[in-house]
């Protein structure tokens, strides 16, 4: 995801702020389609019964969609709103230049305590987590902050954290 940085500070990176994430059969088929992964495990209730999980489970990157919770999420259209698009250029909205770099996400790391199950809620609850930097010669300082995410059940048991990192740079890099 490449944004313009108008500002740029990333502490300031809110993170998802969705309270709770109810883990729906439908919306985890639709996922699996999205990602063009086939497995059954991911739609077919009578044959996720016969396997030793038990019933149907989330992809392994399935909780990047906790953002479709989050009402405040910076990315979703908004009624009557300018979009900024979802393209590398606005479609609604001016381009902000603000003479400095770009922000792009750089990783995601995912440990599972627990299988990701249709017809969990999870609650999620998001920090800061490190921040640093290193020099490049193309795009100068390059600002690095992570922010981790856990995922928790019903019963209030961790099921994933993940630990997303985003780098900020100093300049745009030009093609």
Known sequence: MLDSVADANPAEEAPVTAE???VESGHIMMFARAVGDPNPIYHDEAYAATTECGGVLAPPT????VAHYDPEWKYRPRSGEPWMGSGREASGTPVVNSGGGTSLHAEHHYEYHQPV????????????????QKES????????????????????????TVRSVRVVTERTVEQ
Request: charge should be positive.
């Open 62 to 65: 399935f909780l990047a969609a």
């Open 117 to 132: 199950r249709a017809g969990d809620v999870l609650k999620v609850e998001a920090h800061s987590g490190k921040t640093w």
């Open 137 to 160: 010669n193309r795009a100068g300082k390059l600002t690095f902050d992570e922010t981790i995410t856990t995922f928790r059940n019903e019963r209030d048991e961790p099921v994933v």
């Open 20 to 22: 709770r994430f109810p």
